[in-house]
Nanobody
């Protein structure tokens, strides 16, 4: 089993920054993917960013590219999401997710591709 715990959410003004962290414990995966998703009220959960564990390759949704950065600290077994130039549309609950499987550029964007999820952390961006 894998346990994922997110932290770092909060309230920030538009244009500000936040850094989310996801601490993984239990079984860890040398391969597979770690990802961040978000879900706003009344909307479906959507892909934000992902990192391929073995190669360190990074992937981003177009809506956050050049503003968000995903990174991994293997020594601490954490995955972070640095969010800059935040916009009110970024307001959502952010979730960390993990899978031991290889994902394509299409399947990594699907919540159903991930086996493990954190409880989520709220990010609110005021205008």
């Amino acid at each position: 089993q894998v346990q994922l715990v997110e932290s770092g959410g909060g309230l920030v003004q538009a244009g500000g920054s936040l850094k989310l962290s996801c601490a993984a414990s239990g079984r860890t995966f040398r391969y597979g993917f770690m990802g961040w998703f978000r879900q706003a009220p009344g909307k479906e959960r959507e892909f934000v960013a992902a990192i391929r564990n073995s190669a360190g390759t990074l992937y981003y949704a177009d809506s956050v590219k050049a503003r968000f950065t995903i990174s991994r600290d293997n020594a601490k077994n954490t995955v972070s999401l640095q969010m800059n130039n935040l916009k009110p549309d970024d307001t959502a609950v952010y979730y960390c997710a993990a899978t031991p499987l290889f994902l394509t550029s299409a399947t990594m964007q699907l919540p159903s591709s991930y086996d493990y999820w954190g409880q989520g952390t709220q990010v609110t961006v005021s205008s």
